[in-house]
């Protein structure tokens, strides 16, 4: 793998894993699109490459709601030790709980059936039907709860609905923002909740993963872009969606989906 090439994928996950549009779908279909998967030495180290990117967007996650995770942490703590309740207590509690049945059935689907969700006709299809649903839902939802006040109910069904982003295509950002505002949370409050979320998923990942990793120029060039481009991703997002929607988003996935499509029939497969 090239140093550009290592660029070109750090950005793109730092733009793609935080928007609703599906990171592992783009890693895959972008050297796809360009033809370096024709190269056996790009895909031999591309090899655990796909999660030290998510891990550079997790760095963007920690530091930029550094203040906010010790809040967290402390509050989780108290809540136990000191039988203090707070609202950091609580949230912190919630995404653990969260965050489990997520874990483990996304680990069994991306262990027995990750080859096979790669395939870019399923990535394609994944986009334009996710696409059409988070623009539906979120047209017709109604904003009745922040983040502050979101109940466990919420909290775990929108944690629950992780388990489908290991689909290539289906985007975690993509499903939980989908899910909360089925369940009536505001966009702003469920795009923070959904990046919050996704923080103890990837970062085990890392952990898991690891051992593949190669400590190369590419591979620090790599995560570096996709931090520094993650944490611009983020502060704008959350000012967009203060009043913005995610039908920007919605068009974009189909789009891009059909254009898959496309280059999928014209090459035979």
């Given at each position: 793998m090239t140093t550009l090439q290592a660029l070109i994928l750090g950005i793109i996950q730092g733009l793609t894993e935080l928007l609703p549009i599906s990171?592992?779908?783009?890693?895959e279909i972008i050297p796809w699109l360009l033809n370096w998967t024709n190269d056996p030495g790009f895909?031999?180290?591309?090899?655990?490459?796909?999660?030290?990117?998510?891990?550079?967007?997790?760095?963007?996650?920690?530091?930029?709601?550094?203040?906010?995770?010790?809040?967290?942490?402390?509050?989780?703590?108290?809540?136990?030790?000191?039988?203090?309740?707070?609202?950091?207590?609580?949230m912190f509690w919630y995404l653990v709980i969260a965050t489990i049945p997520g874990g483990?059935?996304?680990?069994?689907?991306?262990?027995?059936?990750?080859?096979?969700?790669?395939?870019?006709?399923i990535i394609a299809i994944a986009l334009i039907v996710m696409g059409i649903i988070l623009y539906i839902v979120d047209k017709k939802a109604k904003s009745?709860?922040?983040?502050?006040?979101?109940?466990?109910?919420?909290?775990?069904?929108?944690?629950?609905?992780?388990?489908?982003?290991?689909?290539p295509g289906v985007s975690r950002s993509g499903i939980t923002?989908?899910?909360?505002?089925?369940l009536g949370v505001d966009r702003e409050s469920v795009a923070r909740y959904s990046f919050m979320l996704s923080a103890p998923?990837?970062?085990?990942?890392?952990?898991?993963?690891?051992?593949?990793?190669?400590?190369?120029?590419p591979f620090f060039v790599g995560v570096i872009a996709s931090f520094l481009v993650g944490i611009i991703v983020i502060k704008w997002l959350l000012n967009y969606l203060k009043k913005g929607s995610f039908k920007i988003f919605a068009i974009y996935r189909v789009v891009f989906g059909?254009?898959?499509?496309?280059?999928?029939?014209a090459r035979g497969f």
């Open positions: 990171s592992s779908g783009h890693l895909v031999e180290a591309f090899e655990g490459f796909d999660v030290a990117l998510h891990f550079g967007t997790f760095l963007a996650i920690a530091l930029f709601f550094f203040k906010d995770w010790i809040k967290l942490i402390v509050g989780g703590f108290n809540q136990v030790v000191k039988k203090k309740k707070t609202i950091e207590g609580r483990i059935i996304g680990l069994l689907l991306d262990t027995f059936a990750g080859d096979i969700l790669k395939k870019p006709v009745t709860t922040d983040y502050e006040h979101m109940s466990f109910k919420q909290t775990f069904l929108i944690g629950l609905s992780q388990c489908l982003a290991f689909i923002m989908t899910a909360g505002r089925a998923i990837v970062f085990a990942a890392t952990i898991f993963k690891i051992k593949d990793f190669v400590f190369s120029v059909i254009i898959i499509l496309g280059f999928v029939i």
